[in-house]
């Protein structure tokens, strides 16, 4: 049985960047990201553009931790000595040996620096090697280049389309891209030639 108590206390850590879990007090790291970067939640489902919306965020997913759903993280950029967004592990399916990483954001000055490709290692390496996890999925909005271009050059395949799946912050609703990683392909290419910058 795949065990995830322990998270409460872990760290993921290389030279570039450190990812703990994420806590209410937490607050005062990403509220600026809240306040003055609209541009972020543009294609999220999920809208914590607010201090009240960031504070419900933080608490939803807290909530989620506590029930064993979501494990969410901070995410601290060790170059910069900033915090720099937030990740998560969810949709955990023990019984099939599944999950999804995602809500992934970052500050734009955080974005294309490498940082992601970072974070995503350790997650990746954790779910894989450290919790014997068969698949990890990602989901993005199907417009969201910019994120799909980014999950492809981490090794991630395509694999469908759920149209017309969720509602846009807009009211316009939104097609999804399914893309995943499964074990063998970790185990066989991905580990060994991902690129870290």
């Not at 543009?42 to 201090?51: A, C, D, E, G, W």
């Not at 954001?105 to 894989?128: D, V």
């Not at 097609?175 to 995943?180: A, E, G, K, N, V």
Request: proline fraction near 3%; charge should be neutral.
């Amino acid at each position: 049985m795949i065990d995830f108590n322990f998270l409460e206390d872990f760290l993921f850590e290389d030279e570039r960047v450190l990812l703990r879990p994420l806590e209410k007090s937490d607050i005062e790291h990403l509220l600026p990201f809240a306040l003055n970067e609209p541009d972020i939640w543009k294609y999220s489902l999920v809208q914590p553009n607010s201090k009240e919306n960031l504070i419900s965020y933080i608490d939803q997913t807290i909530k989620a931790r506590k029930e064993e759903k979501e494990y969410p993280f901070i995410v601290f950029d060790k170059r910069t000595n900033e915090y720099a967004g937030s990740t998560r592990f969810y949709d955990i399916q023990l019984t099939n040996s599944t999950l999804q990483l995602g809500y992934t954001w970052y500050g734009k000055n955080f974005q294309r620096t490498g940082l992601n490709r970072h974070c995503k290692f350790l997650l990746l390496q954790f779910a894989f090697d450290t919790m014997g996890f068969e698949r990890v999925e990602f989901r993005a909005d199907n417009s969201n280049e910019r994120s799909i271009n980014a999950m492809k050059a981490i090794g991630c395949t395509v694999e469908s389309i759920l149209r017309n799946n969720g509602v846009r912050a807009d009211g316009t609703r939104r097609d999804s891209i399914i893309l995943s990683i499964l074990k063998n392909e970790w185990n066989e290419k991905i580990r060994t030639t991902y690129r870290i910058n």
